[in-house]
């Protein structure tokens, strides 16, 4: 009967603090790519760690099915918690460390107040930025914190969120150009242009056909011919001799 009693006494004996706070992704709706393939976004832990002016805070990412493990005894920046092998040999790394001075109280008005998880790209493999917040390696799920560091010594933590899941792009191979609405239209109307627009050429071509045939074959001028005028002589001997009259 002493056991559970025990357990729950024992973030207290510690001195961890239990914050009333669980991460979640944001619902600003200003930003896409909410989830990514190697990426998601939470909101910052804005009035949660009020108090804890000289502490450092921490992100904890983990595997869905390490969470429950994780020791917040484990120091950011070790190989222990290093970014690097996970999720191989570490099942949960630490970092986007702040200071509350990051997390100011109350948030104003129109401020974007969000972290984005994994937009790191050029440490995934510097052994010497163990605390990388590096694209995350596959869909997940994960399951992530903030854990708050006094030098070494934790002093407090939220909950754990729930999991969360990336997304998965698809293979080239399974993208139907017919099954869709949208793809079905666009095909129709293209057939729709492209004939119209056959039509159209057609139709120029042979206007400039005949213009050049009408221009190589009647280019001739026709003039109307001068009218040809015939006089008539009257032969003024003839008249005089008794037999023409």
Same mark, same amino acid.
């Given at each position: 009967?002493?056991?559970?009693? !025990?357990?729950?006494?024992?973030?207290?004996?510690?001195?961890?603090?239990?914050? @009333?706070?669980? $991460?979640?992704? &944001?619902?600003?709706?200003?930003?896409? @790519?909410?989830? &990514?393939?190697?990426?998601?976004?939470?909101? +910052?832990?804005?009035?949660?760690?009020? @108090?804890?002016?000289?502490?450092?805070?921490?992100?904890?990412?983990? !595997?869905?099915?390490?969470?429950?493990? %994780?020791?917040?005894?484990?120091?950011?920046?070790?190989?222990?918690?290093?970014?690097?092998?996970?999720?191989?040999?570490? *099942?949960?790394?630490?970092?986007?460390?702040?200071?509350?001075?990051?997390?100011?109280?109350?948030?104003?008005?129109?401020?974007?107040?969000?972290?984005?998880?994994?937009?790191?790209?050029?440490?995934? +493999?510097?052994?010497?930025?163990?605390?990388?917040?590096? $694209?995350?390696? @596959?869909?997940?799920?994960?399951?992530?914190?903030?854990?708050?560091?006094?030098?070494?010594?934790?002093?407090?933590?939220?909950?754990?969120?729930?999991?969360?899941?990336?997304?998965?792009?698809?293979?080239?191979?399974?993208?139907?150009?017919?099954?869709?609405? *949208?793809?079905?239209?666009? /095909?129709?109307?293209?057939?729709?242009?492209?004939?119209?627009?056959? /039509?159209?050429?057609?139709?120029?071509?042979?206007?400039?056909?005949?213009?050049?045939?009408?221009?190589?074959?009647?280019?001739?001028? %026709?003039?109307? $011919?001068?009218?040809?005028?015939?006089?008539?002589?009257?032969? *003024?001997?003839?008249?005089? +001799?008794?037999?023409?009259?």
């Amino acid at each position: 009967t002493m056991l559970p009693l !025990l357990l729950l006494l024992l973030p207290v004996a510690h001195g961890i603090a239990e914050l @009333g706070y669980t $991460p979640i992704l &944001t619902e600003s709706p200003v930003l896409e @790519g909410l989830t &990514t393939a190697s990426t998601f976004v939470l909101e +910052q832990p804005r009035c949660i760690f009020e @108090g804890y002016d000289n502490a450092d805070i921490w992100l904890v990412v983990a !595997l869905d099915t390490a969470a429950s493990a %994780f020791n917040n005894s484990a120091r950011p920046g070790t190989p222990e918690t290093a970014f690097q092998d996970f999720p191989d040999s570490v *099942h949960a790394y630490m970092t986007l460390n702040a200071t509350l001075a990051n997390y100011p109280c109350p948030k104003r008005a129109g401020d974007i107040t969000v972290l984005r998880v994994g937009s790191e790209t050029s440490c995934t +493999q510097d052994a010497a930025r163990p605390t990388c917040n590096g $694209p995350l390696p @596959g869909p997940g799920p994960y399951r992530v914190k903030f854990l708050a560091l006094e030098g070494s010594e934790p002093v407090a933590e939220t909950g754990w969120s729930a999991p969360i899941t990336l997304r998965t792009a698809k293979s080239p191979s399974a993208i139907s150009t017919t099954d869709s609405g *949208h793809s079905g239209g666009m /095909i129709a109307l293209t057939t729709i242009l492209s004939t119209l627009f056959a /039509i159209l050429l057609a139709g120029l071509v042979a206007m400039l056909v005949f213009w050049g045939s009408d221009s190589c074959g009647g280019s001739s001028t %026709f003039s109307k $011919p001068e009218s040809v005028t015939v006089r008539r002589y009257n032969t *003024h001997h003839v008249y005089d +001799q008794p037999a023409a009259r």
